[in-house]
């Protein structure tokens, strides 16, 4: 539990009342060491990585745009232990709280929200992973856009509500939230974010909200995002990552939409050439980019495109609604690698039916050959339970990175970590238990 005060002789006292202010505090709490909230799935990363709080960055960037005084705290990325924690809400002194939950960590995110809620001030749970367990908990909190939701909750506009449904954004409200990166290059420091694929230091950013093809059943934002895909307008977009690379603070950034779609990748890139910015860029996209677009995002100074081939089975494609087949994803590797990509392909263990399929998925992966790869066991956010125990699934997960890893085509990555110390600790001790 979060201990709010700095001595125990006043650790059941309420913070000072300051109503007349508007100080909203945004919390993703520690839960364990290298967790990943920020991702699109929730664990404890291998590598070392962690993502930016980019749901609670835009969240704070809009939130001073309307006059709040936000701060956020990313006790995960920070890991900093609760005693800690409740030294800086103290210090902050809001009048609410959102604190961003995760999956796998909801339920001590839930006592910490109902003891905050109660010693301290108003606090709601948001985020994509309340939203999926707001029903089984039946707890107050935010869901949808955390934008409106949040702003309709704090000004009253939804007062009895337990649990708030943000309104979806158009493209205009898109745009007139302020720049996260700049949020973020007031708010937090580089040096907690970074991830093996992207030079050092790095920012997220979204250019929009949802996923334009919204059908995979393994993925978490068909369920949150049920109503498509909206972007900002790429001018918008544009003016940012020209301030990005003016600024020099970061060195390289991360588009961290859902899926950068073909049109959106061919416009980024015909306008950043135009104006002619040099910060390097990836994406996540889908195996069935054509040629000639990524060619052009490789002109535009793309590194790495984020590709999820999930399983080296047509069967399995086809009963996740995946909507591309084995042969079409070989195809498209083929041609990033022609246009000079790296490539970061993601693999899920747990949505093929059997072991050996596990391994042909596998295999599959060390033919396609990305130039690193993650092998992530499968979350069944829907309640349902695999065919394969969660530990089997963790020991696959362990031999596919190691047959990934010690084939003499992945060592060109493998000594890109030398040069990241704390990543390749993490690595090895996750993947060969050695310390």
């Known amino acids: 539990m979060i201990p709010i005060c700095v001595n125990q002789d006043c650790k059941d006292r309420k913070l000072p009342d300051n109503i007349k202010k508007k100080r909203v ?30 749901q609670l ?4 960037a809009f939130l001073e745009s309307k006059g709040y005084t936000v701060k956020i705290l990313d006790a995960q990325s920070y890991n900093m232990d609760d005693y800690t924690t409740g030294l800086e809400i103290r210090k902050f002194q809001p009048n609410w709280i959102v604190i961003y939950a995760g999956n796998e960590s909801f339920e001590d995110d839930l006592k910490a929200s109902l003891y905050l809620d109660t010693n301290v001030c108003p606090t709601r749970l948001a985020g994509p992973f309340y939203a999926l367990n707001a029903g089984k908990y039946r707890v107050p909190g935010i869901r949808g856009e955390l934008e409106d939701g949040v702003l309709s909750w704090i000004e009253g506009k939804v007062d009895g509500e337990k649990i708030i449904i943000g309104e979806a954004l158009s493209t205009q409200d898109l745009d007139n939230i302020p720049f996260v990166s700049d949020f973020f290059a007031r708010q937090l420091d580089p040096k907690y974010y970074r991830t093996p694929s992207e030079p050092w230091p790095f920012v997220d950013i979204m250019t929009g909200r949802g996923c334009d093809w919204g059908k995979c059943t393994y993925c978490l934002w068909p369920k949150v995002y049920k ?4 972007g900002r307008s790429m001018l918008n977009v544009m003016a940012e990552v020209e301030k990005i690379e003016k600024n020099k603070i970061f060195k390289s950034i991360m588009i961290e939409d859902d899926t950068f779609t073909e049109p959106r990748a061919v416009e980024f890139s015909d306008l950043k050439l135009r104006r002619g910015l040099e910060i390097p860029w990836s994406c996540l996209v889908r195996a069935n980019m054509p040629a000639d677009a990524l060619r052009l995002m490789k002109r535009a100074g793309c590194l790495n495109v984020h590709v999820g081939y999930e399983s080296g089975s047509d069967a399995t494609l086809r009963n996740v609604l995946k909507g591309l087949s084995r042969q079409r994803m070989e195809i498209f590797t083929e041609e990033a690698k022609k246009a000079k990509l790296r490539i970061h392909g993601d693999f899920l263990i747990g949505i093929d039916e059997t072991e050996d399929d596990i391994i ?58 030398i040069l990241k110390p704390e990543i390749l600790r993490a690595s090895i001790k996750a993947v060969f238990g050695v310390r």
């Open 25 to 54: 505090l945004l919390l993703s709490l520690n839960y364990k060491k290298g967790y990943m909230r920020n991702a699109r799935c929730d664990f404890v990363s291998w590598s070392g990585t962690q993502w930016w709080p980019i």
């Open 57 to 60: 960055g835009y969240l704070g």
């Open 227 to 230: 109503k498509g895909y909206t």
């Open 360 to 417: 042909r998925t596998v295999d599959w992966a060390c033919k396609l050959s990305p130039d690193t790869a993650q092998f992530q066991v499968y979350i069944p956010y829907d309640g349902t339970k695999t065919a394969i125990p969660k530990e089997r699934l963790m020991q696959l997960a362990k031999i596919a990175y190691r047959k990934f890893y010690s084939r003499p085509q992945a060592w060109p990555a493998v000594a890109r970590q």
